[in-house]
């Protein structure tokens, strides 16, 4: 059973701000749970790319924040929630190099690489949620 320990932080994200505040809450998160230095930098990128996607293709949303619990194991869990267009071929996204906006194309393959569980659900014209969690080692 997963747990969360303390308060989940809720980050409205509507601007490049929001971005960076996830960023530190992510960070915060991850210094909590007790991270090595290279696995806060791993899922701070990770959030990081997911909240610019939550901003620029999801037309903004949310981001919930947690440090989490297994019983064995402390953790960083990041939800991002949007209510935009959604993905229609989820496995075309995740797919290096792929963009529909002009960018690399390496946000949403790059994340999932860089977090031990990635989530994606979505629904076109109703949005698009994705949950991340790293562990500690
Ligand atoms: N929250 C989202 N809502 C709708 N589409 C998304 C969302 N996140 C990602 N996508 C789609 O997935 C594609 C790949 O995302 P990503 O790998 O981050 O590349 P980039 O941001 O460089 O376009 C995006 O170009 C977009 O079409
Ligand atoms: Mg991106």
């Given at each position: 059973?997963?747990?969360?320990?303390?308060?989940?932080?809720?980050?409205?994200?509507?601007?490049?701000?929001?971005?960076?505040?996830?960023r530190q809450?992510?960070?915060?998160?991850?210094?909590?749970?007790?991270?090595?230095?290279?696995?806060?930098?791993?899922?701070?990128?990770?959030?990081s790319?997911?909240?610019?996607?939550?901003?620029?293709?999801?037309?903004?949303?949310?981001?919930?924040?947690?440090?989490?619990?297994?019983?064995?194991?402390?953790?960083?869990?990041?939800?991002?929630?949007?209510?935009?267009?959604?993905?229609?071929?989820?496995?075309?996204?995740?797919?290096?190099?792929?963009?529909?906006?002009?960018?690399?194309?390496?946000?949403?393959?790059?994340?999932?690489?860089?977090?031990?569980?990635?989530?994606?659900?979505?629904?076109?014209?109703?949005?698009?949620?994705?949950?991340?969690?790293?562990?500690?080692?």
């Open positions: 059973m997963t747990t969360v320990v303390g308060a989940a932080q809720l980050q409205a994200i509507v601007s490049d701000e929001d971005v960076v505040r996830v809450l992510v960070r915060t998160a991850a210094v909590t749970a007790k991270l090595s230095l290279v696995d806060q930098t791993k899922v701070v990128t990770a959030a790319e997911l909240a610019r996607n939550t901003l620029v293709y999801g037309g903004g949303g949310q981001a919930e924040v947690s440090t989490v619990d297994n019983g064995a194991r402390r953790g960083v869990r990041v939800v991002f929630s949007d209510d935009g267009p959604g993905i229609a071929d989820v496995e075309l996204a995740l797919t290096d190099g792929y963009t529909s906006g002009g960018g690399l194309g390496l946000g949403l393959s790059g994340a999932r690489r860089l977090v031990e569980e990635f989530e994606l659900n979505t629904e076109v014209g109703t949005g698009t949620t994705i949950a991340i969690t790293k562990w500690a080692r």
